[in-house]
Nanobody
Framework: QVRLVESGGGSVQAGGSLRLSCEAS????????MGWFRQAPGKEREGVAC???????NYSDSVKGRFTISRDIAKNTLYLQMNSLKPDDTDTYFC????????????????RGQGTQVTVSS
């Protein structure tokens, strides 16, 4: 059974940093398309970043230059380093497995984690 577990969320002041982790089990991420998205209850999902099998990464315009997606194959873990955080970044962040990246959007998501809350105060 494939499982993704996020961690690393929390509360920070604007300008601060957080690193989100997404540990995968039951599946190796080495040959996967993976991504991060954020979503508030009752709102549409917003893609943040996507990384493909060749470790090419793409970002939404709202986070480009501030966020970095990466992975550690040995730990079977995906990361999202978030710097220069803004109040607008406040949301629940999810990692996911999918079939491909369309720019920064992970498409055909088949597995997602439970989410981790990020709150940025001004």
């Amino acid at each position: 059974q494939v499982r993704l577990v996020e961690s690393g969320g929390g509360s920070v002041q604007a300008g601060g940093s957080l690193r989100l982790s997404c540990e995968a089990s039951g599946y190796t991420i080495a040959r996967s398309y993976m991504g991060w998205f954020r979503q508030a209850p009752g709102k549409e999902r917003e893609g943040v970043a996507c990384i493909d099998r060749s470790i090419n990464a793409n970002y939404s315009d709202s986070v480009k230059g501030r966020f970095t997606i990466s992975r550690d194959i040995a730990k079977n873990t995906l990361y999202l380093q978030m710097n220069s955080l803004k109040p607008d970044d406040t949301d629940t962040y999810f990692c996911a497995l999918g079939l491909a990246c369309s720019g920064y959007e992970l498409i055909a998501i088949n597995t997602r984690g439970q989410g981790t809350q990020v709150t940025v105060s001004s």
